[in-house]
């Protein structure tokens, strides 16, 4: 999977965990409150891949231009 993947489906456990946080706490369910929780971690998980994944990325592409530029 790709950075950009990762990163949406970060941001989309993201905000599936903080609205399943807040039914729960609606309707006093800590089950869902912490399913919820985990959820959203999950999800800031997810982001840190894609982030790292593109940060590797740039780091290579940057090496190469480098690279190409002292040929």
Known sequence: MGATADKV???TNEAI???KQ???E???SD???GE???QET???AQK???DAKQAAKDAVNKAAAAANKNL
């Open 9 to 11: 489906k970060g941001a």
């Open 17 to 19: 965990g903080k609205a």
């Open 22 to 24: 807040g039914v729960g």
């Open 26 to 28: 609606a309707v006093g």
């Open 31 to 33: 089950k869902m409150q």
């Open 36 to 38: 919820g929780a985990i």
């Open 42 to 44: 999950k999800g800031h």
């Open 48 to 50: 840190a891949v894609g």
